[in-house]
């Protein structure tokens, strides 16, 4: 990979010339006769190759790229890191152009694997994956709804930003939707732990201390609402998820570790029924690991060991 400056052929042909490339005035004929380099960093593909392959590839090669993906579930914040670390750019700088450009808080990269080239700075980077998803979300909207409102569709986000943080997979996206939409509807609070996982505390477990301290919207054990912005970055199957919820009457939902799946209740007697169940199995699990023993060893004496040494 290397760099190409922005500028005439003689100025790139000196700059490249300067950098050990050693062209000389029948490179330039030649470089100026057949076309022009693409300028920043382009990737030749190649470490060793004769001075007419060089030429050719010059003329001819795209840009280097980096490949980076946004997983489902994983916030902004953490991204910006990433982009940071592999294309060696500045986080702050990052960050200020996310906030410049950005529509909520989170949720406006869609999760995906974007191929980024290296060279570009943060402000060119950060406007084009947002640009990105603005124009996905229009797409999606426009098939589903005919039209677009921003404001609408982030709604549509938020929830399905909690949809990723607590479904187990695919399969259980639409029914904890319904479990959303339903609780709601009767105003209860969500009290879901996956709100909490929002921004720099993606990674960090949701303890009772945090319940009781935390006063942004993102907390849903203390409003019965929705959070003011999405907790992370969604994928299409957690919007569709949220436009389309399964129908039910879920209330609760409860994760079982042996299957990592959940089991949905109407009721909060079935819920509390489903917790204790499942606490019992552990409990069992622990005997069969840990057995206690039925009749107590006999007392191993001195004068008993010894009359087992011959």
Known sequence: MIFIPKGSTN???????KSGYDLNIIDKIIIKAKGYPQSGWIDLKATKMTKADFISRLLTSKAALKSLTLIPGETAYYFLQEISQKLKLSFPKLQEAYNKYA????????AETYNLPIGMDE???V???????NN????FSNKIFGHYIKKSW??????ASIIQKEAADVTEMSTISSVIQNRLKKRMPLQMDGTLNYGAYSHTKVTSKMIREDTSSYNTYKYADLPDNPVCAVSLDAIKAAIFPSKSQYLYFYRDKSTGKHLFTNTYKEHINNINKLKNVKRVEEK???????MPESKKTIKNLWKTVN
Do not use: A
Request: proline share 2%; charged share 25%.
């Open 11 to 17: 100025y790139i042909i000196t700059y490249l010339n």
């Open 103 to 110: 529509y909520k808080l989170d949720g406006n990269i869609l």
């Open 123 to 125: 402000d060119h980077i």
């Open 127 to 133: 406007f084009y994956l947002i640009s990105y998803t």
């Open 136 to 139: 996905k979300y229009k797409e």
């Open 154 to 159: 982030y709604k549509y986000v938020i929830i």
């Open 288 to 294: 069969k690991v840990f057995p206690k023993k039925d």
